[in-house]
């Protein structure tokens, strides 16, 4: 699945196509579009009864792993503990296992169409499905649900911010608007709200099975998950591999570090483990008989820290209570949910110059956002070995109980007034690392 995606370079920006070519591929899209229909109809004969039983259903088309658990996480902890009947159109990216994860109180119904129109076919079933909602008047029995109108209207602590890119004197228009009120999702998970994700239970005890008996000693020691991300590439230059890990060698001093601390290493994901195998106490869980999708959803939901990129697998560790270092960042429009989180952003260069997150905050607050990637002038790099390290040094000292000082909660708390008030990096309240954080010192006073 993840393997294949990758090694098909993700996300491609399509080739202009001729005017006969768009002819013949609209008539062939509409033929597929009849064919969908049909297979919907059946479909939905066929799962009728299982899926009206539960009185809440939602439709939902797979995107990209960090996509479905939002969503599916969304839908879980907002109904809960009331059953959900969830059709899920997947894709070739889906793990199944995510699903399982999420089994204590969502029946799932997969149904495969092609993915090029997974999006409407959602869109045609929930049609078919008001059908349900019109036929009792007075009391509908059965009603589709869609949790992200729900976080629209139910924000807890983001007012009115849609975080949306604001506009400067140069610029009037943006590429990317990034709507995504997050608040109510960080209400739910800090509230206790609904069920943490984990995968049933026979699932667990035959991981844990299959790891004693290759590892006896593994559970003796915490898990780190480190997560490296291979896709996402934007193209777009230099700047297209903003959302992707810098090269694993970055990454070697501080898995030996971890190793060194007591820590077992696990990788997962996107991760190359050839990279990391001679280092003592680092470990793919797939050498013990399981899974690669399963062995992904296992580490996240058992691991106390992730390290990685600002990718899906972090809302997971999120989600269970673990804590999250964000490494090679993509600058500066995203950033990790909890308070305690640390943030680690790639560098960005002005001009060929070397610039802080602060200065970029007061003079351009447009690149808060996605805009970042398609400005000529600016250049983005990824962290070096050293700042890789001394974030993951001052993340382990703080879960082993070292308290932030004033100095750097100050510090934290000025650069967050300093971002525009329609970014995220305004309200979440992770913080970059402290050795950033003292580098912005004079030109945040």
Not at 36 to 63: D, G, Q, T
Not at 160 to 168: A, R, Y
Not at 171 to 183: D, E, I, M, R
Not at 382 to 409: A, D, F, P, R
Request: aromatic share 14%; glycine share 4%; net charge positive.
């Amino acid at each position: 699945m993840l393997k294949n995606y990758i090694e098909k370079g993700g996300y491609k920006f399509k080739k202009k196509e001729s005017f006969f070519f768009k002819i013949f591929f609209s008539f062939k899209t509409y033929l597929k579009k009849i064919k969908i229909i049909i297979m919907s109809i059946k479909f939905l004969i066929k799962n009728k009864n299982p899926i009206l039983e539960n009185e809440f259903i939602a439709v939902y088309a797979s995107r990209s792993f960090g996509h479905d658990i939002h969503f599916i996480e969304l839908v879980s902890r907002l109904y809960f503990p009331r059953k959900i009947s969830f059709i899920i159109i997947p894709n070739e990216r889906i793990n199944n296992f995510l699903l399982e994860a999420y089994s204590h109180n969502i029946s799932f119904f997969k149904f495969s169409v092609d993915p090029v129109l997974s999006e409407w076919t959602a869109r045609l079933i929930k049609l078919m499905f008001f059908y349900f909602e019109i036929k009792h008047t007075s009391w509908p029995k059965n009603y589709i649900v869609d949790p992200r109108h729900l976080t629209q209207i139910l924000n807890i602590d983001e007012d009115l911010h849609t975080f949306e890119p604001i506009k400067n004197k140069k610029k009037k228009k943006f590429t990317f608007n990034t709507k995504s009120p997050l608040g109510i999702y960080r209400h739910l998970v800090n509230s206790k709200i609904g069920r943490n994700p984990s995968l049933p239970e026979h699932i667990e005890k035959d991981c844990v099975a299959k790891i004693k008996k290759k590892w006896p000693s593994f559970f003796k020691k915490p898990i780190v998950a480190i997560v490296l991300r291979r896709k996402g590439y934007l193209g777009q230059g230099i700047n297209g591999r903003l959302r992707m890990a810098g090269p694993h060698e970055n990454y070697t001093d501080s898995v030996k570090y971890l190793a060194k601390q007591g820590f077992n290493v696990v990788g997962t994901g996107d991760t190359l483990h050839e990279k990391f195998y001679d280092i003592k106490n680092y470990y793919d869980l797939t050498e013990c008989g399981i899974e690669e999708d399963c062995a992904n959803i296992f580490t996240l939901t058992n691991c106390i820290l992730y390290v990685g990129q600002n990718s899906g697998p972090y809302q997971i560790v999120f989600s269970v209570g673990g804590r999250c270092l964000i490494t090679d960042a993509q600058p500066l429009a995203y950033a990790p949910f909890g308070e305690n989180d640390l943030i680690l952003y790639k560098n960005i260069y002005i001009d060929n110059k070397k610039t802080d997150i602060s200065k970029i905050f007061k003079y351009r607050p447009e690149l808060s956002f996605d805009q970042i990637t398609f400005e000529k002038d600016v250049k983005v790099k990824e962290n070096s070995s050293l700042e890789i390290l001394l974030s993951v040094k001052e993340m382990i000292e703080l879960i082993k109980g070292k308290k932030t000082s004033y100095e750097i909660k100050n510090l934290s708390q000025k650069l967050r007034q300093l971002a525009p008030k329609t970014a995220l990096s305004a309200h979440l309240k992770s913080r970059p690392p402290a050795f950033i954080l003292k580098k912005m010192k004079k030109s945040l006073f």
